[in-house]
């Protein structure tokens, strides 16, 4: 695998200054959440791919990483990335690379589709409460596969995947990516009821569709897919990350001024800006992206995480992070993921009034938070903190900063175009615990 541009050192630090008001204008990248599902696609058929609007974050080579691992060729570039499938890959998922990176579980639906065989590490990522993969699980077997665990791996076999009727426990998209793989495959038609209606999931069937299968119902609750004998590489372009748009317009809540976020999609977050709104901010959609002018401090708002097109539990940390410098006391009710407040012990170092009880944080607004050493817990929590930074007095030090380069792509680059104080800094200014 060739690396043009490698991933940046895994122990750095970002250092953040209180910055603002914000003048300027961003464009918005492709999406983590859909180009690592995207480079999975790729197993599915023999042949040469173009993968374009890719974000430079550390996950994209991660992803290339592995597939390379399994005998594809990957070659990175500016906003790109090559892919060559050969005839015969290998069926493993290494460890050593699947532990670094929640999203490789999905190679597992291509992998059965295409070899009827597959080994596959139980994945890593973002430390934050319990993902079974049961639900990618029970679907497969509905199409036919046979399970084992081994040694930390699940080891998946099958002759033929079968179309089925499967209805899911709960809308996950990760569930929704490996069945829709692998039923694309199948002989017949396969149903998926109850599936995730992210537009991370739409992206991925166009591009499936492109190679030839045959979904239809991506974006609603129920997926069709007519199984087919042969599929054939493609070209495709990313969408836009909500999940980065989301980030910047928090960042101008805690700065204030006014943001022209390019490509960002406000159809794709439309009850997150509707939160916005209500709490003072002026947004502004059209065909090409988002201007956002935030002209005085925030109110507070209450803000409960729900399946897409709910407000996604990757939005919270950002939101909590506003409402800890909005006017007023705002309620944050967690509803999917169990252990998702790790950051809020980081952002009251900063002196943010927060009270957590249950799935509940109960944010009292500051005027102004202070500057402190922190610890950045996962892609989200990190760049909370970052949003909180912006507004603290003194100097504040993220430290294990390599999970914000996991999500964000040129994030300081970006900020510092937009006038915001931050730099990367050695290993030996990190906090000590």
Request: proline share 4%; aromatic share 4%.
């Amino acid at each position: 695998m060739q690396n043009d541009g490698s991933p940046h050192d895994a122990y750095s630090s970002f250092l953040v200054r209180p910055s603002g008001p914000i003048d300027g204008t961003v464009t918005i990248s492709g999406a983590k959440n859909s180009v690592l599902k995207l480079m999975a696609a790729t197993l599915l058929a023999e042949g040469a791919y173009r993968i374009e609007n890719v974000p430079d974050i550390t996950d994209v080579y991660t992803m290339g990483e592995l597939l390379a691992s399994m005998g594809l060729t990957v070659t990175h570039g500016p906003g790109t990335v090559d892919i060559v499938c050969p005839a015969e890959c290998s069926t493993v998922a290494p460890y050593e690379i699947v532990g670094r990176i929640r999203a490789s579980i999905v190679v597992l639906g291509p992998l059965l589709a295409r070899f009827g065989e597959a080994t596959v590490a139980l994945p890593g990522g973002d430390n934050f409460g319990s993902r079974p993969i049961d639900m990618h699980l029970r679907g497969l077997e509905a199409m036919g596969a046979s399970f084992e665990t081994e040694h930390g791996n699940v080891i998946g076999r099958v002759d033929n995947l079968i179309g089925a009727e499967i209805l899911l426990d709960f809308p996950s998209v990760g569930a929704t990516e490996n069945l829709m793989m692998a039923a694309i495959r199948a002989k017949g038609i396969t149903t998926i009821d109850n599936v995730a209606r992210e537009p991370e999931i739409s992206d991925l069937a166009e591009m499936l569709n492109k190679m030839g299968a045959n979904i239809s119902g991506a974006g609603t609750s129920t997926i069709t897919i007519d199984g087919v004998e042969r599929l054939h590489a493609t070209d495709h372009t990313v969408v836009s990350d909500r999940l980065e748009s989301a980030t910047y317009l928090a960042a101008l809540a805690s700065t204030r001024g006014e943001l022209r976020l390019e490509r960002a999609r406000a159809h794709h977050m439309e009850m997150l800006l509707a939160k916005m709104r209500s709490m003072g901010m002026t947004i502004t959609p059209d065909d090409d992206g988002i201007t956002a002018i935030v002209p005085q401090r925030l109110r507070s708002v209450d803000v409960s995480t729900l399946p897409y097109p709910g407000i996604a539990t990757d939005y919270k940390p950002m939101i909590v992070a506003m409402l800890s410098l909005a006017d007023g006391v705002g309620i944050v009710t967690e509803n999917l993921y169990a252990g998702r407040f790790a950051y809020v012990s980081e952002l009251a170092r900063m002196g943010a009034q927060i009270r957590i009880d249950g799935h509940h944080a109960v944010v009292r607004g500051c005027d102004r938070l202070s500057g402190a050493p922190v610890k950045a817990h996962d892609i989200r929590a990190g760049a909370c903190l970052v949003v909180a930074a912006l507004a603290a007095d003194g100097e504040t030090l993220i430290s294990d900063a390599h999970h914000i380069d996991r999500g964000y792509s040129q994030f300081i680059e970006k900020l510092t175009a937009l006038g915001i104080d931050i730099t990367r800094v050695a290993t030996d200014r990190r906090r000590k615990d």
